[in-house]
């Protein structure tokens, strides 16, 4: 395996900056698909409701038994083939879950040793919709800052797990399943046209808990707890929030709405991400809506659409991609990423 400083030693004089670039995406939804005609025989809901308020049509449960490590090793192995790498090539692995298999030890370190990996630091965080921002973020820094090469970020989540299946309010909106991404160092320029992460911004706001937690966990009741939202609020500031972060990575890279190809934001409802589209002046077509077949996975949803995009061949080498979440916390972000 080829080392940071080795990477750093071996770059040109020229070479201003170090970049993570992707190598590869991969990713994977439990077998079961859950269709709101089956939901609307266990709770007082219709397809036509849930269509129209969140654009969700279907979703993927895990079996029982099936864990979120299971599901994130899965999603793992498809973006390491993805970038022809093994997982001898990882020193830095990041999960990005609220639904770990335990309270401790971290999924990360379970996914670490599914994947054969004994070398390099596995570690969960947790943002909960806005995790997979907060991990590229993460791998970013380590990339970026030499101490580390080559990095498995996952968003994967087991959500049907911590929902309430009375409660028509949640348990219709959410579904399980996990996307990876394979950052690597490489070299940069230090402008916007270099590929890779070209830039991150991340929020968060303790005041707006009540809007949308789990009413359980370890140090308070000592059970798992269930999902409870006030959807209506986190709506009312979920537009305002993504697009105030988005407008900072467009301006501290110098880009414009123009310059990004493509929108992949956090699939929670389609009606938010039409409308953070429309208020930022991004066209329909450059956004990347998978919500309708998946549900919202949490922090999988951005990992599961991306990989998705660049499957069937939108996103290609080179393109602007915009991801973006908000979710419990509140805790949101955005980055712009090269491909
Ligand atoms: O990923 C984390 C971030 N989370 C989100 O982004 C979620 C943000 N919020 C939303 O997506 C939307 O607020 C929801 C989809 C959750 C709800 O849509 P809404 O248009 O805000 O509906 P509402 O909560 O205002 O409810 C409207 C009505 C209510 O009935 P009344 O009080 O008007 O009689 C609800 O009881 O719809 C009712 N309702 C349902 N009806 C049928 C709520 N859930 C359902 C349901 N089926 N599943």
């Known amino acids: 395996m080829t080392s940071s400083s080795e990477i750093v030693e071996n770059m040109s004089s020229e070479t201003k900056v170090i970049r993570s670039r992707v190598a590869g995406v991969g990713c994977y939804l439990p077998e079961r698909i859950v269709t709101n005609a089956e939901l609307e ?6 397809d036509d409701w849930i269509v129209q308020r969140t654009g969700i049509r279907q979703r993927h449960i895990a079996a029982e038994g099936e864990t979120t490590s299971q599901l994130g090793t899965k999603a793992a192995q498809a973006a390491l083939k993805a970038a022809g790498l093994t997982a001898d090539d990882i020193d830095l692995l990041i999960v990005a879950t609220s639904t770990p298999d335990y309270t401790f030890p971290a999924t990360a370190t379970q996914i670490q040793h599914a994947l054969g990996m004994s070398h390099g630091v596995a570690f969960d965080l947790q943002a909960v919709c806005s995790g997979f921002v907060f991990a590229v973020a ?3 820094k ?3 800052s030499g101490s580390h090469h080559r990095a ?7 959500f049907s797990r911590l929902l309430d299946w009375e409660d028509r309010t949640t348990c219709v909106l959410f579904g399980d399943g996990a996307g990876a991404m394979v950052l690597e160092a490489g070299e940069g320029e230090g402008t916007s046209a270099d590929r890779g992460v070209l830039t991150t911004h991340l929020r968060s706001d303790g005041a707006h808990r009540a809007k949308l937690y789990v ?9 798992t707890g269930h999902l409870r939202m006030q959807g209506r609020d986190v709506y009312r500031f979920a537009v305002g929030m993504v697009t105030d972060v988005m407008r900072d990575a467009f301006e501290a890279t110098g880009t414009t709405v123009e310059d990004m190809k493509w929108f992949v934001p956090h699939q929670a409802n389609r ?5 953070s589209a429309e208020k930022m002046g991004i066209a329909p077509e450059k956004v990347v809506v998978t919500v309708d077949r998946h549900g919202n996975t949490s922090a999988a949803s951005i990992p599961l659409a991306l990989c998705v995009a660049v499957a069937d061949g939108r996103i290609k080498e080179g393109d602007l991609v915009m991801i973006e ?3 419990g916390g509140f805790a949101w972000g955005a980055a712009l990423i090269r491909w």
């Open 41 to 46: 025989k266990s709770v007082d809901t219709s």
């Open 271 to 275: 009606r938010i991400i039409e409308s």
């Open 138 to 140: 993460t791998a970013d």
């Open 215 to 223: 009413d359980g966990g370890p140090s308070t009741t000592g059970t």
């Open 325 to 327: 979440a908000i979710g």
């Open 142 to 144: 380590f990339i970026t």
């Open 152 to 158: 498995l970020v996952i968003g994967a989540e087991t």
